[in-house]
């Protein structure tokens, strides 16, 4: 009996010790909105590559792309409730939470004059206090701001854009979105709201005379067909940004913060790498189909000025907020 228990004993013993040393993995879910071929998802797995490798596997990201968790309001409400842990998507979103309207003004149209003029505003210091303001009333928190996407553009059938004043008039299919339908307003033209599966017909049946949507998807959707001009006016523009659950977040140690940084910085780089590089061939495709035209975009950033302070300032980011963003661009 007492041989047994001694045997026992070392059994359990051996059992405690091989299990001490075993590192159990966390794993996170990542959902994306793009299918696989996209820049988005393609930076989505190479985050999840580089965490894991640096890792040695202890975190491993399993990526949902395609929007197969849902669209970012469904992502983010899954996040809130604990059953995702991060997602890769556009700021412009983040607004359509209680708790991030102030990113809003990320939507605004010409407010941003480049992708890292983007970049630099929203990481600057001035926005740290709006981040954190964000992230505590949404329950989301923002690890990087990093990914450039495909800016909207405009196209005509009739007349080019040239300057603010040649909105006027301008039958426009826009999106029914309340700072694009001031700015469209403001400028004299005359927004309509047409689903995107209906659009081709409507600019060829002369329902509208333009439309605003990024040179990648003019040329994939053939809307060169029926438009003759392209202006790169790159109007509104998008970021893409890594979430994570806060306790998720909070969980980790620094050293794995770190990585999970870096790997997000890496992954943002090469996805602005593959957004500039698509956008490039879609412009040099649609100069052999229509006349592409770099208008004067200062003048419709003029023509706008003071435009939606009376309707969003202190409603949804704070007061002042927007006059800042156009003198961190000076």
């Known amino acids: 009996m007492k041989r047994k228990l001694i045997l026992t004993a070392c059994v359990i013993g051996l059992v405690v010790l091989f299990t001490s040393n075993i590192v159990f993995a966390k794993t996170f879910k990542l959902g994306t909105i793009f299918p696989e071929d996209q820049p988005d998802s393609k930076g989505a797995v190479l985050f999840k590559k580089l965490v894991e490798e640096a890792t040695g596997g202890g975190i491993k990201i399993k990526v949902f792309p395609n929007s197969q968790l849902g669209g970012p309001k469904e992502m983010f409400s899954q996040m809130q409730l604990g059953a995702l842990e991060m997602g890769y998507w556009g700021i412009n979103t983040f607004a359509w939470i209680k708790g991030g309207e102030a990113f809003e003004i990320t939507a605004i149209p ?132 890594f979430y994570i659950v806060p306790k998720i977040w909070n969980q980790l140690s620094d050293k794995e913060k770190k990585i999970l940084f870096d790997a997000s910085e890496k992954a943002g780089d090469y996805v602005t790498e593959l957004a500039q590089r698509e956008i490039n061939n879609s412009i040099e495709f649609l100069t052999t189909k229509m006349r ?10 003029d023509a706008l000025q003071g435009v939606f302070e009376p309707l969003f300032e202190g409603k949804k980011w704070p007061v002042g907020l927007l006059k800042e963003v156009h003198e961190m661009q000076k």
């Open 110 to 241: 010409f407010l941003y004059k480049s992708y890292d003029a983007m970049r630099n505003v929203l990481t600057s210091e001035r926005f740290k206090p709006i981040i954190e303001k964000a992230e505590k009333d949404t329950g989301i928190k923002i690890l990087n701001i990093n990914g450039d996407t495909p800016p909207r553009g405009l196209t005509t059938r009739d007349r080019p854009v040239w300057s603010a004043a040649d909105f006027k008039g301008l039958k426009i299919r826009t999106a029914a979105s309340p700072t694009v339908l001031a700015a469209m307003k403001k400028l004299g033209a005359l927004p309509q709201q047409i689903a995107f599966s209906e659009l081709y017909m409507a600019l060829k049946t002369n329902v509208v005379d333009a439309q605003e949507n990024g040179s990648i998807t003019v040329k994939t959707k053939s809307l060169y067909e029926v438009q003759r001009y392209y202006m790169k006016t790159d109007y509104i523009r998008d970021i893409a940004v």
């Open 292 to 301: 592409v035209i770099t208008p004067n975009n200062q003048s419709i950033r």
